[in-house]
């Protein structure tokens, strides 16, 4: 068994919520990826993915690869994918994201990786004896951003400690001697580090969003969104009884948020066979599993019924992105439930007609007036 595959089942028994989110996730083994694992986007399947390097995983016992796959999840279901827009500094954005994301972890009694970044570990002018634990992303990124001008303004009123001597005194060695380790450093130390690696870009923390995502359409991110928030909710629907008292505080929280979160408007699985079961498509598919009537040594066929639909989405000036995009949702939805959408954007006029593949279109086409609102015949 892989250490992922391990991992994930001993999250299901440990947090059912991660578990089972987990399993519904596009994974990818990628071991020349330089860190234990990112969230990304795919834009080839246009799904959410987790990238693993199992190499690296193999280096963490059970319990901080299990603390791993739950680090990962929090980073979906917290929507940090598509923060980058709210942190002109992504790296120090990705930091800030990771403080928060373990100490609450820790909170919640996972065991994660040594070298993951603790906001205890860490301390600034304001806090010199460590950062407070559980506090949002954004706080963490305020408070490191302040530090890092503090620490600026400093090495510029100090010179950097740089000067014209001679420097003869070659025998004292040049003072700097060797790097301190993360534990020999004090706690300020440590947060001189990371952000002189941030500064000259150098810091691991970075994740595959910033480069994936950033073309990406206001429409395509708003679906995903919602998706990503009908994931969460469908999840805690499906935990047993038992397994819906030990949700995730933070996930709690997260559900008050998404009382009103988009759900089917229609049972479409359904209303497709109620309404188009008269006016069916097959496919036809030979298969071994059912022999021939007339040939019985022969392989036989088999129907599968596919429902064909047209669906009209108004994209005039009155739309606006969130209604377009919640519209595509609902296309996804009839799509999961085996339809074969032809999908056709219109103001005053057809703009677009294309076949629904399960991918979300890159550009909205029109956005001109309602009147003479071009209707199917």
């Avoid at 040594?114 to 559980?134: H, I, M, R, S």
């Avoid at 009884?241 to 929280?253: L, V």
């Avoid at 997260?254 to 089917?264: F, G, Q, S």
Wanted: charge should be negative; proline fraction near 4%.
């Amino acid at each position: 068994m892989s250490k992922i595959s391990k991992a994930v089942r001993g999250l299901i028994t440990k947090a059912p919520f991660y578990g089972f989110f987990h399993l519904g996730l596009q994974v990818i083994i990628d071991e020349k990826f330089k860190s234990y694992g990112a969230v990304g986007y795919n834009k080839t399947t246009d799904k959410i993915m987790i990238i693993y390097n199992e190499k690296m995983l193999e280096t963490l016992s059970d319990d901080e690869a299990i603390g791993l796959c739950a680090h990962e999840i929090m980073h979906i279901t917290n929507s940090h994918i598509f923060m980058e827009d709210q942190y002109p500094n992504h790296e120090l954005g990705n930091i800030a994201q990771d403080m928060y994301i373990n100490s609450t972890l820790t909170r919640d009694e996972f065991k994660l990786p040594k070298d993951g970044l603790f906001p205890e570990k860490y301390a600034t002018k304001n806090y010199p004896f460590g950062l407070p634990v559980c506090k949002p992303s954004m706080w963490y990124y305020n408070e490191l951003t302040e530090e890092n001008e503090n620490i600026k303004q400093k090495n510029k009123s100090d010179g950097s400690g740089e000067g014209e001597g001679e420097g003869e005194d070659c025998d004292s060695g040049s003072g700097k001697g060797e790097p301190k380790s993360f534990d020999e450093m004090t706690m300020q130390e440590r947060t001189e580090s990371l952000l002189d690696s941030i500064n000259n870009h150098n810091s691991s923390a970075k994740h595959n969003w910033d480069r994936d995502i950033s073309g990406l359409s206001d429409i395509q991110k708003e679906v995903m969104k919602s998706s990503i928030d009908s994931t969460i909710v469908a999840t805690v629907e499906n935990l047993g009884s038992d397994d819906r008292g030990n949700i995730p505080a933070h996930i709690k929280s997260l559900l008050e948020k998404l009382k009103n979160i988009t759900i089917p408007a229609e049972n479409w699985k359904k209303l497709l066979k109620k309404q188009l079961g008269a006016y069916p498509t097959r496919n036809k598919k030979i298969t071994r599993k059912k022999p021939s009537k007339r040939f019985s040594s022969s392989p036989g066929v088999k129907k599968q019924r596919v429902n064909k639909v047209l669906i009209l989405i108004d994209t005039s000036g009155s739309m606006s992105d969130v209604d377009v995009a919640e519209a595509f949702l609902e296309v996804q939805h009839v799509y999961k439930a085996g339809g074969k959408i032809d999908v056709g954007q219109i103001d005053t006029q057809m703009n677009s007609v294309e076949e629904y593949s399960g991918k979300l279109p890159e550009y909205r086409y029109g956005g001109g007036g309602k009147s003479n609102l071009c209707l199917p015949v």
